[in-house]
């Protein structure tokens, strides 16, 4: 018990340091501790929120803004951002999504359907986008902020809505 409590209280105070150049490397010592692999100067938001840290792979010279969320399921799906990819405040990550074919059971009894997802390098991500299980984000995106993403996503594109869809092709 006590080992699962100093954990939490590592956890929230690493998470929840202030905004600062100590905090940012407070964070990446604590995302290093935790996650699958981490890439040099990756920043951490203030704030986030984080489970499932050894299903994570986070690229060089990314970052997630403050109070993101990520959220992974049960299972051995992951969550990989690449290199130079930008992701702004308040973005949710959640892989996986309770199934629900069966009539005559609970939802809550009939397990989880996960998957990946992959950001891949140098994405530009606004605030409070979503990004659901089977995401996959094309070289080079940008994704608008408030976009809900669930699908593969092309390289090079512009993506915008909910659900997000491509509005524009960059040249």
Request: glycine letters at 12%; aromatic letters at 8%.
């Amino acid at each position: 018990m006590m080992r699962y409590c100093q954990k939490t209280w590592i956890e929230a105070i690493a998470l929840n340091y202030p905004e600062s150049l100590k905090g940012s490397h407070f964070r990446y010592l604590f995302l290093k501790s935790r996650v699958h692999s981490i890439g040099d100067e990756f920043h951490l938001g203030k704030g986030c929120i984080i489970s499932g840290y050894s299903d994570i792979v986070l690229g060089e010279n990314s970052g997630i803004g403050q109070g993101s969320h990520i959220s992974l399921g049960p299972g051995d799906k992951k969550l990989k951002i690449g290199s130079n990819v930008w992701v702004g405040p308040e973005c949710y990550f959640r892989n996986a999504n309770h199934k629900y074919e069966d009539l005559n059971k609970p939802i809550m009894d009939q397990g989880h359907d996960a998957r990946d997802i992959t950001i891949e390098d140098g994405v530009w991500i606004g605030a409070r986008a979503v990004f659901l299980g089977g995401s996959h984000i094309g070289k080079n995106s940008i994704i608008a902020a408030g976009s809900v993403v669930s699908t593969k996503i092309p390289d090079n594109s512009v993506v915008a809505g909910n659900p997000a869809r491509v509005v524009k092709r960059r040249s």
